[in-house]
């Protein structure tokens, strides 16, 4: 499974982003497709995810009310619409996919494929 990440920008506190995760390649091994970010000098950390099949999603805490991941099953894409945006959000977002099970939706071990990363920063 190959991924494309696009969508990330400069953007002002309190403002939106939509983040895009093109799949490609055998995409039908995918039970699971996350975000994960990674701000300077920090660990990457869990975003949110969604479970392919039934469309489930899980949010990070901090995101929680803010960000909205959804996918589009005939384009083989998810989305990350992100809003009201705070400088904390500044990272680079990876998706990532995997034949990921539900105990572990969270965990980066998990994902076996993941995009190059797109730089999102929140200027306050």
Known sequence: ???????????????????????????????????????????????????????????A??????????RDSAKNTVFLQMDSLKPEDTAVYYCAAGRTILSTITTQSAYRHWGQGTLVTVSS
């Not at 895009?20 to 300077?40: E, I, K, L």
């Not at 805490?61 to 959804?70: A, L, P, W």
């Open 61 to 70: 805490d901090s995101v929680k009310g803010r960000f909205t991941i959804s």
């Open 1 to 59: 499974v190959q991924l494309q990440a696009s969508g990330g920008g400069l953007v002002q506190a309190g403002g939106s982003l939509r983040l895009s995760c093109a799949a490609s390649g055998r995409t039908s091994d995918t039970r699971a497709v996350g975000w994960f970010r990674q701000a300077p000098g920090k660990e990457r950390e869990f975003v949110a995810s969604i479970i392919w099949t039934g469309g489930s999603t899980y949010y």
